[in-house]
């Protein structure tokens, strides 16, 4: 459990156990119960509750232990566990029994079994236990853009996080989605940063959400940003491609790194001001941080934006990096008419122009 408190939210944990498994070392005649709770985050009582059902594979081999461990590192370089959703959490879990499912045999056992020689078992939590994990309705203002029986489209200010984490456990977008849903629930198709404000989509359905992914997946949702980044650009357009996955340094950020998930982002200097520039950025794929990652990469890192060195000019009155989903565009999932949405910039956003344009910045 502390393993996992070194880079991730209790919540991010647990679902990370739900979604892809947890290997598990159990040494000879320690009780079975007690050398789970050193591995998973979960409580005594839910290990054993969970011992009842065939949620342990024991690993017969070294090599099935070790192409798990593989594919785990894999699916897990670029992955958000404490934003998974229920439907999430089960397509992992089935590319897990997908590409493993012969060769893992689960059982249960019992709590207090002691085993003769030291083995290895991956334990896979009963996926109902995510229930307990779920976020709860939450009354909010939301600012909807558009809404049919199908989809929502949302335009979220700055500062909101869009699904519960820690420290974030209420006030969420997704916490007020469920109370102006209830009693039926929302799907979440993709995320924008807490400080990053915009237009997002969300699904009434898991078939809707489902949909919009795989578009999202084929890069046919368009999404479009407005952003401010220190320093004087040489280009006025270009394309930036690198891979991205989590930064083995430090577990807030997402780095630039060989074997890492494909990013591309495609921009466009629109004005060019005496420290910073004005960009229009399209995102071709989608990863977390992407715009903010490869900004810094050029050392031109958004304004504001602390955690890829971005300073804050003195005038931002909004903390956090200057980013604005402007522009949101799609084919809808049901009625297959194209629909396209904009976002005006914010306030602070729109102050900050005005300034460097009359030469104060």
């Given at each position: 459990m ?12 647990k679902?990370?156990?739900?979604a892809?498994?947890?290997?598990v070392?159990v ?7 007690q ?11 839910e290990i ?13 081999t070294?090599?099935?232990?070790n ?9 897990s370089?670029?992955?958000e566990?404490?934003?998974?959703n229920m439907?999430?959490?089960d397509n992992y879990r089935?590319?897990?029994?997908a590409s493993f499912?012969?060769?893992?045999q ?15 078992f991956?334990c ?7 229930l307990?994990?779920?976020?709860e309705?939450?009354k909010?203002?939301?600012?909807i ?8 489209v ?13 420290g ?11 109370y102006?849903l ?11 940063d807490k400080?990053?404000s ?13 949909s919009l992914?795989?578009?999202?997946q ?6 479009t ?8 650009m ?5 394309t930036?491609?690198?891979?991205l ?7 807030l ?26 960009l229009q950025?399209?995102?071709?794929t989608g990863r977390?941080h992407?715009?903010r990652?490869h900004l810094a990469?050029?050392d031109?890192p ?8 971005g ?5 931002q ?8 989903a ?12 194209f ?6 910039l914010?306030a602070?956003f729109?102050?900050?122009l005005?300034?460097?344009r009359?030469?104060?910045?």
């Amino acid at each position: 459990m502390q393993e996992n408190k070194e880079w991730q939210d209790l919540i991010g944990a647990k679902n990370e156990c739900l979604a892809i498994g947890k290997i598990v070392q159990v040494e000879a005649n320690q009780r079975l119960d007690q050398a789970l709770q050193q591995f998973l985050p979960f409580s005594r009582s839910e290990i054993q509750a969970f011992l009842k059902k065939a949620c342990l594979a024991l690993l017969t081999t070294p090599d099935l232990a070790n192409r798990l461990r593989e594919w785990q590192l894999e699916v897990s370089s670029d992955v958000e566990f404490s934003s998974l959703n229920m439907s999430e959490i089960d397509n992992y879990r089935a590319n897990l029994m997908a590409s493993f499912g012969a060769e893992l045999q689960f059982k249960a056992y019992k709590a207090g079994l002691k085993l003769k020689t030291t083995s290895s078992f991956l334990c896979l939590a009963p996926a109902n236990l995510a229930l307990t994990y779920q976020a709860e309705p939450g009354k909010m203002e939301l600012n909807i853009v558009y809404e049919d029986d199908y989809l929502l489209v949302i335009d979220k200010p700055k500062g909101m996080v869009v699904h519960p984490a820690a420290g974030n456990w209420q006030g969420t977008l997704l916490n007020g989605l469920l109370y102006y849903l209830q009693p039926h629930k929302a799907f979440l198709v993709h995320r924008i940063d807490k400080d990053t404000s915009g237009l997002l989509v969300v699904a009434k359905s898991l078939q809707v959400q489902q949909s919009l992914q795989q578009t999202l997946q084929k890069h046919a949702i368009k999404r479009t940003y407005l952003a401010l980044a220190w320093g004087k650009m040489s280009e006025q357009k270009f394309t930036i491609k690198g891979a991205l996955a989590r930064d083995p340094a430090n577990p807030l950020k997402r780095a630039l790194v060989p074997g890492g998930k494909l990013a591309i982002t495609h921009a466009e200097l629109l004005e060019q001001f005496a420290r910073f520039a004005y960009l229009q950025l399209e995102l071709e794929t989608g990863r977390t941080h992407q715009i903010r990652v490869h900004l810094a990469a050029l050392d031109h890192p958004l304004v504001g934006d602390t955690l890829y060195g971005g300073e804050s000019l003195a005038e931002q009155t909004e903390k956090g990096q200057c980013l604005h989903a402007v522009k949101l565009s799609f084919e809808h999932p049901v009625t297959k008419q194209f629909m396209e949405f904009k976002s005006p910039l914010p306030a602070y956003f729109q102050h900050l122009l005005a300034l460097a344009r009359q030469g104060k910045l």
